[in-house]
């Protein structure tokens, strides 16, 4: 067998191709050649077999040789690394993941998305052989022992923690005391922080909206507007501790397509809606006073199904008089055809692992920093040129 004759790349996968080559190759060198050093193909062979870029080869490369897998022994010649078989068989200590609030409450529609995130971690952490837990943190009110306590059996127990969703906050809360935490490794999923010690791993969402916008070039849709259930472009009262990257979507998503010359006039948008029924009566208004644009990009791809609903109720053609987009991706039979914004989340939940796996082997603090994943548009048929009147 060749050495990269098993390898799979999907070049539609949101995953970049040098990771997915990357842990192809990782794979290989663990089942194959762990013990003995294997002199690896060159950059120039590999990308030829695999009819890939030789960028992408090389970046696969340098991911290998950080993880300690390959090392360079002269300019043309990369050799695997003996593996520590030890170290890899042993079980590192576990990572503790802060949830939402109950497991009972990923159930609710607008918290499916973490699920996402958990497939992602419970992958990572079982190629890294590595336990999770679940941690229920101390009551709002506990008393500062307790919550020193707590963290003191956090740090002895786990190599780090995993913010998954937001939880009750105040400045004595026992999340901010945890937040506050120099020593313990954290990373924060999909949120931006002012704790100076925390890692945020976040959506790159320019480059999903970047392919969005090329696709509404071509297809001449020049009048975009956001669809956010919020009582303005973003919501007026937020956490000024941490901030998740959606709340600040309406407004990514205007000065966007402002600055890339489209037009995103205020009196398109759609504020201020809860539920179906609001958000319906909101589009009956648009319709009423003519302010209809010519594409609505929403807040996540449930907005965009009921946008999408709205219009079939208020006889609005889509995509020939209104086009709409989401924002998720997420796989399911009611977004099948729907054109949106696919999010990461399965990738962002790995990194968070990798990050904290990286920072115990190497004995180096996390840091605060951004980690940004990259998005993509995923083309429906909920949008086409407009109809011309």
Not at 39 to 51: E, G, N, T
Not at 74 to 83: A, C, E, G, M, W
Not at 180 to 186: A, E, I, K, R, S
Not at 347 to 367: C, F, H, M, W
């Given at each position: ?37 294997h ?18 080869v ?15 022994h ?12 030890k ?31 958990f ?17 229920q ?60 010690n ?23 849709l ?76 929403c ?41 949106t ?46 109809n011309?009147?």
């Open positions: 067998m060749t050495f990269f004759e098993n390898i799979k790349l999907d070049k539609n996968s949101p995953e970049p191709l040098f990771l997915q080559l990357a842990k192809s190759l990782s794979h290989i060198i663990k089942e194959h050649y762990p013990d003995t050093p002199q690896m193909p060159s950059v120039r062979k590999l990308s030829a077999a695999l009819k890939i870029d030789r960028s992408t090389d970046k696969a490369y340098s991911e290998l040789k950080k993880s300690g897998f390959l090392e360079q002269s300019p043309r010649i990369i050799h695997t690394v003996k593996i520590k078989r170290r890899y068989l042993e079980a590192l200590p576990g990572i503790g993941i802060i949830l939402p609030d109950k497991m009972a409450a990923l159930d609710h529609n607008d918290l499916q998305f973490i699920m996402e995130y497939k992602g971690i419970c992958d990572a952490a079982t190629e890294n052989n590595i336990a999770l837990s679940m941690l943190l101390p009551d709002a009110n506990s008393r500062a022992a307790e919550n020193a306590s707590f963290i003191k059996e956090i740090s002895r127990h786990y190599i780090g923690i995993i913010h998954l969703g937001d939880r009750l906050f105040n400045l004595d809360s026992p999340l901010h005391k945890l937040m506050c935490c120099q020593t313990l490794p954290q990373v924060i999923i999909a949120a931006e922080t002012e704790y100076r925390i890692l945020q791993i976040l959506p790159d969402e320019s480059t999903g909206i970047n392919e969005l916008a090329t696709g509404c070039r071509e297809l001449n020049q009048k975009i507007a956001a669809v956010m259930p919020f009582d303005g472009i973003k919501p007026s009262h937020v956490n000024p501790y941490f901030y998740y990257t959606a709340l600040k979507r309406g407004e990514f998503i205007r000065d966007f397509f402002l600055k890339a010359g489209f037009s995103c006039d205020e009196k398109h948008h759609i504020f201020n809606f809860s539920n179906y029924q609001e958000l319906l009566n909101n589009l009956r208004q648009k319709q009423a006073e003519k302010l209809l644009p010519q594409l609505y990009l807040y996540n791809d449930t907005v965009a199904l009921w946008l999408l609903q709205a219009c079939g109720e208020l006889g609005i053609k889509v995509p020939q008089e209104l086009s709409i987009v989401g924002f998720d991706g997420m796989e399911n039979p009611q977004t099948e055809n729907l054109a914004i696919k999010l990461p989340f399965y990738d962002i939940g790995t990194r968070a692992v990798e990050e904290l796996v990286k920072s115990y082997s190497n004995d180096t603090p996390l840091q605060k920093k951004k980690i940004l994943i990259k998005t993509d548009f995923i083309t429906g048929k909920t949008i086409g040129p407009k011309q009147p």
